[in-house]
T-cell receptor
Framework: ETGVTQSPTHLIKTRGQQVTLRCSSQSGHNTVSWYQQALGQGPQFIFQYYREEENGRGNFPPRFSGLQFPNYSSELNVNALELDDSALYLC?????????????FGPGTRLTVL | QKEVEQDPGPLSVPEGAIVSLNCTYSNSAFQYFMWYRQYSRKGPELLMYTYSSGNKEDGRFTAQVDKSSKYISLFIRDSQPSDSATYLCAMSENGYNNNDMRFGAGTRLTVKP
């Protein structure tokens, strides 16, 4: 069973640019959540996708947008990059169903904005 | 005031020690309480989750939730160098999809041989 994978591993961008991060969910998982983890902080929830529809959003501006594909993989897009967007971006997938759904995290994409 | 408060440490203990990690929170609607472990350059992995108040034990790990005090704890018995990592508490109102998880800042733990 393949776990959650993310690409790229590292990325360097400059202010004002746009970036796309990718996530492949674990086999059989239909829900993907994205988190931003600044250095020395815990992850902050950006948004979640369930069966290609947005299913909840945290306190992030509209320049953070996402997409989920029919195979349940997902993309996070960030427009007009700011220096404060520098962080580890984590993707987590979960299977759906049942009372509690564990989220399985990928290794993250380290984004540096110069 | 942050919704979830966690002492960032760092915490350094000798091998074999009992480790106590704690978080406090302000949102009384939280029902699910999680502890994650995050090794350097890795994503968080779930150690344990607890629903509502009470204790839960899994091997060397024990999680405690006191909703009346809005206080949760993780105890690690017989700590090992391999336990060296950052420990994150997390909470949510909705365990079904956890689309409202709030994390603490994480406590960095080092277990010295």
């Amino acid at each position: 069973e393949t776990g959650v994978t993310q690409s790229p591993t590292h990325l360097i961008k400059t202010r004002g640019q746009q970036v796309t991060l990718r996530c492949s969910s674990q086999s059989g998982h239909n829900t993907v959540s994205w988190y931003q983890q600044a250095l020395g902080q815990g992850p902050q929830f950006i948004f979640q996708y369930y069966r290609e529809e947005e299913n909840g959003r945290g306190n992030f501006p509209p320049r953070f947008s996402g997409l989920q594909f029919p195979n349940y993989s997902s993309e996070l897009n960030v427009n007009a990059l700011e220096l404060d967007d520098s962080a580890l971006y984590l993707c987590a997938s979960s299977p759906g169903g049942g009372e509690y759904n564990e989220q399985f995290f990928g290794p993250g994409t380290r984004l540096t904005v110069l | 005031q942050k919704e979830v408060e966690q002492d960032p440490g760092p915490l350094s203990v000798p091998e074999g020690a009992i480790v106590s990690l704690n978080c406090t929170y302000s949102n009384s609607a939280f029902q699910y309480f999680m502890w994650y472990r995050q090794y350097s350059r890795k994503g968080p992995e779930l150690l344990m989750y607890t629903y509502s108040s009470g204790n839960k034990e899994d091997g060397r790990f024990t999680a405690q939730v006191d909703k009346s005090s809005k206080y949760i704890s993780l105890f690690i018995r017989d700590s090992q160098p391999s336990d060296s990592a950052t420990y994150l508490c997390a909470m949510s109102e909705n365990g079904y999809n956890n689309n409202d998880m709030r994390f603490g800042a994480g406590t960095r733990l080092t277990v010295k041989p």
